[in-house]
Structures are given as C-alpha cells and as structure tokens.
C-alpha cells in the first residue's frame, strides 16, 4: 500500500503564492518521477510540472517562470512553490508519483503510479 498525501492548498488573492507539498508513505522501495497534475472545473487534468529521481524538471508552459517544482528524497516529499499566481490557476491540484514497491521480502517490485486526493487552489479577488 502506498499513500500520497497533499497539503498546502487554499484561497489566495492574484499575486500571491502557495506552497503545495505531497508526502509519499507505505510500501516504497524508491520514488521514480513525481509530478503536479490540475484540473479545473469543466477541463481535462492537465500536467503542471514533473521531476524526474535524479532532479530534472519540466513545466508546462503556463507556469513557466511561476511555479518551481522540487523533491526531498529523503523525505519522500515533493514540491510546487506557486508564485504570481493567476485566477486561471484555480484547479485542484493532484500529486503524481511512479512507486517501486517494496516487497515483504526486502526487494524491489514493480512499478506502480499513484495519485493523491486532490488539494483545491482557488485565486480570487
């Protein structure tokens, strides 16, 4: 079983800045990609930004400039530092891992995507 859970979302005026964090728990044997997924209402879930184990990023190109993804390996914990934030950005915003699982005898399974349950953005004035 593996777990990903978000936080840091909320209601914040145009101009400002979020934090999101997601928090990879459970069977894990190594976190390949991680990324931020949004989807707003009425729109198809669209990639924010994505990096890979070894630190390389990718953004989309509505965010570039903006929002700055990063990870703790350590920490199985991703990042997406949101800033100048636009009404546009309203979505809520998923947490996407690829998992090595971890079997009960030590070694490594497959690989497996997860997905968190959401953390609502809202940017309004």
């Known amino acids: 079983q593996v777990q990903l859970v978000e936080s840091g979302g909320g209601s914040v005026q145009p101009g400002g800045s979020l934090r999101l964090s997601c928090a990879a728990s459970?069977?894990?044997?190594?976190?390949?990609?991680m990324g931020w997924y949004r989807q707003a209402p009425g729109k198809q879930r669209e990639l924010v930004a994505r990096?890979?184990?070894?630190?390389?990023?990718m953004y989309a190109d509505s965010v570039k400039g903006r929002f700055t993804i990063s990870r703790d390996n350590a920490k199985n914990t991703v990042y997406l530092q949101m800033n100048s934030l636009k009404p546009e950005d309203t979505a809520v915003y998923y947490c996407n891992a690829a998992v090595w699982g971890l079997l009960p005898s030590g070694a490594r399974g497959g690989m497996r995507d997860h997905w968190g349950q959401g953390t609502q953005v809202t940017v309004s004035s």
């Open positions: 459970g069977s894990i044997f190594s976190l390949n990609a």
């Open positions: 990096i890979t184990s070894g630190g390389n990023t």
